[in-house]
């Protein structure tokens, strides 16, 4: 009984077969990139409706940062908070000689109510100060989010529809996009391309969540505070204004927690290696806080907090850089080793 053998694949097959796809022309490429553009146009139309859809659940994803938000204030004055029932209407800040002069209360934040009061056979509005009021209702940011124009509800709705849009269809966008680039790659070139994407994700949704949960509060806070510096009341904000603003600032932060991923890709290719990346450390320092001035609100506090953790990032790119290269010496030194001794 004779045994089959299988035939030796010819240079052609193996290339293609180490490519992982077969090879087209290039009006057939124009068509595939044609259906990707169709694809993630159709992707991006449904998160879009979608997200008209439950435009109302979108919009308090969006002001929950303004809800989180806190006034810090001096330790040397006495806050005073005016209410009516549940509503904050406004707040003094009352030194030491003032608090002498009018002795509120001893406590650092003093609410008073403002409320209707009997005084014979009229009804007045009567001043009562509130000793069980909540310490964090005095630091909350009281911000009225306001349409100042017949459109701007039609604006704000674009708006959440656009960015909510990108965000639910960018996961669909990269898997049509790869399934046009990976093609055309290497199989050591796919392993590269998935472990970068890995990381990038993750440090996008890292940065996005950094950006939501810690800097967006203190930068609206910190905005409030210097419209008062300034003597400028910060009591309305315009709805498409904040939106805007608090998506292209998570945005910004995103992208900006991507640079381990383009330097070390740069590394990988030859571009940069450790020396230019330690040479470059203090040029980064600066670019950093730039970039902080430009992505944030113009206040340092959250400049710094922007610039801390991209300098972090890049300062572990560096170490990964260095880590590499001596594996690669070592590696290197050990095969110069072995053909000497053959």
């Not at 009591?235 to 945005?251: H, P, S, T």
Request: proline share 4%; with cysteine.
């Amino acid at each position: 009984m004779a045994i089959e053998t299988e035939e030796p694949l010819t240079e052609f097959e193996q290339e293609q077969e180490e490519e992982g796809g077969p090879v087209k022309s290039f009006l057939e490429h124009l068509e595939d990139l044609r259906w990707v553009l169709i694809k993630s146009a159709v992707a991006v139309g449904v998160a879009m409706l979608l997200c008209l859809i439950a435009g109302d659940k979108v919009v308090k994803i969006v002001e929950r940062p303004l809800d989180q938000a806190k006034i810090r204030f001096p330790s040397s004055v006495q806050v005073v908070t005016f209410f009516y029932g549940q509503n904050k209407l406004w707040s003094l800040q009352i030194d030491t000689k003032k608090q002498a002069a009018f002795p509120l209360s001893t406590n650092r934040f003093v609410a008073v109510q403002i409320e209707p009061v009997l005084t014979g056979t009229n009804q007045v509005l009567g001043l009562r100060v509130d000793t069980t009021a909540a310490g964090d209702t005095f630091q909350k940011l009281h911000v009225d989010i306001v349409n100042l124009s017949p459109t701007g509800a039609f604006l704000v709705a674009f708006q959440v529809a656009f960015y909510g849009g990108l965000a639910l269809a960018s996961p669909f966008i990269f898997y049509f996009i790869a399934q046009f680039v990976f093609p055309a790659l290497k199989m050591m070139e796919k392993k590269y391309v998935f472990r970068g994407l890995g990381f990038g994700a993750a440090l996008f949704a890292t940065g996005v969540c950094f950006c939501y949960f810690v800097l967006m509060p203190v930068a609206l806070a910190a905005s409030v505070q210097y419209s008062a510096w300034l003597g400028f009341s910060a009591n309305q904000w315009r709805a498409e204004d904040y939106i805007g603003f608090v998506c292209k600032f998570m945005l910004g932060m995103g992208l900006g927690f991507e640079l381990p991923v383009v330097i070390l890709t740069l590394v990988k290719i030859g571009v940069l290696n450790y020396g230019i990346l330690s040479k470059a450390r203090r040029y980064m320092i600066v670019i950093n806080l730039v970039l902080g001035a430009l992505l944030t609100t113009p206040e340092v506090i959250t400049q710094v907090l922007m610039a801390l953790p991209l300098q972090l990032l890049y300062e572990v790119s560096v170490w990964m850089t260095w880590y590499w290269e001596q594996r690669d010496r070592k590696r290197a030194g050990r095969e110069a080793r072995d053909l000497s001794t053959a």
